[in-house]
């Protein structure tokens, strides 16, 4: 073993530099071009990175994303799904945000693969039907993940793929410092357990669950 300390923060700057021109979109450029100030907290690059690579394993056809936001996270599964003829449904619950998000999708020529359902996504999640997606993407509010959790798995074939983002909320404070978000994802990081799949959590970003249903 090396006796050299390994800094995380080198080590990402490093893969940002050796990626910077493969990564399209980028996360700064797409902010960028969407002109918006305040906005809920997208994906980081290399969690995007994660998630084109995943897609070209699993070629979906059809995946579920909860949450929004300016759509990058919907975007990068919109150009995953489309080399297979796929296509991404999307729930937002902020009205406001869908113009801009339908503006972007459009710039990065995946308008065709997206579909905007705007609503409570606990509300129109608990409507859909059973073993619907090869991949749900779960990044809506975090005090909702334990609550949508079953459907969330449900909702998924069996063998499809379930990324979840911020699952490390809880390892960033101190238990008696945490929130209700931090309650929540802890809980739901436990109760995933229960589940019939097999799982893992990355430290990417503020945390990438991946699990798989068995």
Request: net charge negative; hydrophobic share 40%; with cysteine.
């Amino acid at each position: 073993m090396s006796e050299v300390p390994f800094d995380c923060q080198e080590a990402w700057d490093y893969i940002d530099e050796i990626y910077k021109d493969k990564d399209k979109p980028r996360l700064k450029e797409y902010i960028e071009a969407t002109g918006l100030d305040s906005f809920g907290p997208p994906i980081e690059d290399e969690m995007s990175r994660l998630f084109k690579l995943l897609l070209s394993l699993v070629r979906p056809k059809r995946i579920l994303e909860i949450g929004m936001s300016i759509g990058f996270s919907t975007t990068t599964l919109a150009l995953g799904a489309k080399r297979f003829g796929g296509t991404v449904t999307t729930i937002e619950i902020d009205e406001s945000i869908v113009e801009v998000a339908r503006k972007a999708f459009e710039r990065e020529g995946v308008s065709d693969n997206v579909e905007i359902i705007v609503g409570d996504a606990n509300e129109v999640l608990a409507e859909m039907k059973s073993e619907t997606f090869d991949v749900v993407f779960q990044d809506s509010t975090k005090r909702g993940y334990p609550i949508m959790l079953e459907d969330c798995i449900r909702v998924l074939k069996k063998g499809g793929l379930f990324l979840v983002d911020d699952s490390l909320f809880p390892a960033i404070r101190h238990p008696d410092e945490w929130n209700d978000s931090d309650r929540a994802i802890d809980k739901f990081n436990r109760e995933l357990l229960k589940f019939n799949v097999e799982s893992t959590i990355l430290p990417i970003g503020e945390g990438c669950t991946i699990a798989v249903k068995l």
